[in-house]
């Protein structure tokens, strides 16, 4: 079976750095065309994907993120993280990890709401 | 990066109505492109991948077409649990980019 869970803070100020912390199972990220990825979603707006790494350790973001991200996998704990800097009120949004195989996201997280506000 | 829009962005069907969304792609993304599922307070769930292939699980009233620029996501007989938003995403281009979603409201 496989599970993926996001943890970290719920609640940061703006300026300050976001660390988002995928916990996974029931699969490898050291196998041949794995990878995880990071999607957001603002309340009660549409799907914005974040981040990704594979699993020979090849990073991408998204463009209009990309100066603010870093993501980073530990394989031997089954975790990848992403930090994101300078967050700002329009960062406030649910954060999912997820699962990518073959393309598709076939497995994610419940999702983290982190909330941006003084 | 690859634009998709969706239409309808929302729509009022009844349970055993047959509906239709589209997707369409601002450059050619061949078969590339996959559906999800979304219920409020919910993770996506994966329903259709590179345009046409159902996911294991998935009812077989939903079914996806296209090719190219045009895709549509089709549910053949709504059931009271289909309720939900549904969005396309490609993976043409590594840049990967999702459709604003579709929302399927109950008439």
């Known amino acids: 079976q496989i599970t993926l869970k996001e943890s970290g803070p719920t609640l940061v100020k703006p300026t300050q750095t976001l660390t988002v912390t995928c916990t996974f199972s029931g699969f490898s990220l050291s196998t041949s065309g794995v990878a995880v990825a990071w999607i957001r979603q603002p309340p009660g707006q549409a799907l914005e994907w974040v981040a990704l790494v594979y699993w020979d350790n090849e990073k991408r973001y998204s463009p209009s993120l990309n100066s603010r991200l870093t993501i980073s996998k530990d394989t031997s704990i089954n975790q990848v993280v992403l930090t994101m800097t300078n967050l700002d009120p329009v960062d406030t949004s649910t954060y999912y990890c997820a699962r990518r195989v073959n393309g598709r996201f076939d497995s994610w997280g419940q999702g983290i709401l982190v909330t941006v506000s003084s | 990066d690859i634009q998709l829009t969706q239409s309808p962005s929302s729509l009022s069907a009844s349970v055993g109505d047959r509906v239709t969304i589209t997707c369409q792609a601002s450059?050619?993304?061949?078969?590339?492109l996959n559906w999800y599922q979304q219920k409020p307070g919910k993770a996506p769930k994966l329903l259709i991948y590179?345009?046409?292939n159902l996911e294991t699980g998935v009812p077989s009233r939903f079914s996806g077409s296209g090719s190219g620029t045009d895709f549509t996501l089709t549910i053949s007989t709504l059931q009271p649990e289909d309720f939900a938003t549904y969005y396309c995403q490609q993976y043409k281009n590594p840049m990967l980019t999702f459709g604003g979603g579709t929302k399927v409201e109950i008439k």
């Open positions: 590179d345009a046409s």
């Open positions: 450059q050619d993304v061949t078969r590339y």
